[in-house]
């Protein structure tokens, strides 16, 4: 989901550089090659505070055996024909292909590779979806809306309290989206009037640099116009940008807080029964980008000469789709979760989240059935640079006030640097509800139809940690769920009194130190991890 913020020309200029990958373009070559594949480099020998990967391969992996981990990852589609992936997809051996049976009995027919959960049996899939806050608004608006809350109790009282939570976040995202909306249709008729009044008097509709570091010297009554342009220029702005960049925004007004778009209905099920079975086995689209992003993270191919490294060499990616442009819903994601849990997944990637959960116990009970299969669960902590000690994110690992589950990984995200900028400045973070950073800037991955781009995001700090989990299971298949985890948290990069900067986007950010952002106050090491992990040998 893309942050909201007023329009302004460098907040313009910041977000779709970060959604549409263009940073990069405006580098030099080797400051792009020191980006690629800086999550699996070492602060010592490349100056790159990665997880420290190849150094694990190359002295503490020699001529040792593995096990193939399966890692479930549960999100968007993922495009598992690409060509730095398609070795490393799982396959549901029990299934035959396409025959329209159930060989396994499962309840899914030619599951293959997985299953999408935002599907019919037509073939007709979910594209976009409403935010949670909207759902909850929507369904409990009626019966609430004039309720008096004194005369409440029992679970009409806590559906009266979840109510009026998601009606108070609604209205304010509804009217940051209006007044989005409307800055940015003024902000683009500010360019497109100032684009067309400079090409006109240079009579030339191709703008550089020079060209307007030119007309700036021959005419002075231009300078606040081509000040105004002049950073779209420098960074080789376009107008399809300009399109793409407004589709964003308004997709918040069209779908995510459309209260009159209820795109459910054409998979039919209902959502206070769990037991309905509904998707189906296309786990590719729509919206494959961030799924395979992530994957790659994981599992792309090593040393193939293509992309990227993955961190883990001997791993299987089962592709479950639950994440929608949109906000997720629980009943998906607590499928998905028991269908990794049932079908051999070690890890389950996590790389989604929202604000509020209308049906969070299906979750915690998903959860806690795969802790007792054994299962790893890794969640990216979120990009709103928000404390989530004390605002609430899901899911969670919190099952209960007393009691959480001890199998989960909450995973910020930390950028290229070990100095004051190491925390992402987007990254959620908190002293108890995070326990390690990874990074999470400028990850360079896969993208659908054999693509690689780069990416920022929590979303992508989670899945450089279940690979990291993966390639501890791959070497030491005896250890458990619990025990992993223990190992990742015991084995960080521990810089606890480095003096950071606070997430956040404040122009005079707050100081304050490493250690006070995460339950460890480190970056997770895969080398760490890996000569711990030989200590616990059974």
Known sequence: MMKQFFITTSFLLATTISIFGQTADNQSQSEVDHFLNWQNKSIGSDDAFGVETEKTYNELLKDKKSTTVIVAVIDGGIDITHEDLKENIWINKDEIPDNGIDDDNNGYIDDIHGWNYLGNANGENISYENLEITRIYREFKPKYENAKKRKLNGKDLENYELYKLAEKKYKKEYKMATRQATGFRKFTSKYNDTYHKITEILNDTLLTIEKLDSLKLANKKLKKDIKFIYPFVQYGF????FKEFETEITKQLDYHLNLEFTPRDIIGDNQDDFNTVYGNNNVYGPHAFHGTHVSGIIAATRNNDLGINGIAGDVKIMA?????????????????IRYAADNGARIINMSFGKELSSHKHYVDEAIQYAQE???????AAGNDANNIDEIKQYPTKNISANKQLNTWITVGASSLKKDKSLPANFSNYGKTMVDVFAPGVRIKSLAPENNYEYADGTSMAAPVVSGVAALILSYYPELTASEVKEIILKSVNKCPELEVEKPGYARRKKKMQFGELSVTGGV??????LKLADSYKK
Not at 320 to 336: N, S, T
Not at 373 to 379: N, R, S, Y
Request: glycine residues 6%; hydrophobic residues 45%; aromatic residues 2%.
């Open 320 to 336: 479950l789709k639950v994440v929608p442009d949109g906000d997720e819903r629980d009943k998906d994601v607590a499928k998905a």
């Open 373 to 379: 299969k054994g299962v790893l669960l890794i969640h």
């Open 524 to 529: 997770v090491s895969a080398y760490n991890a």
């Open 238 to 241: 376009s107008m399809d940008m």
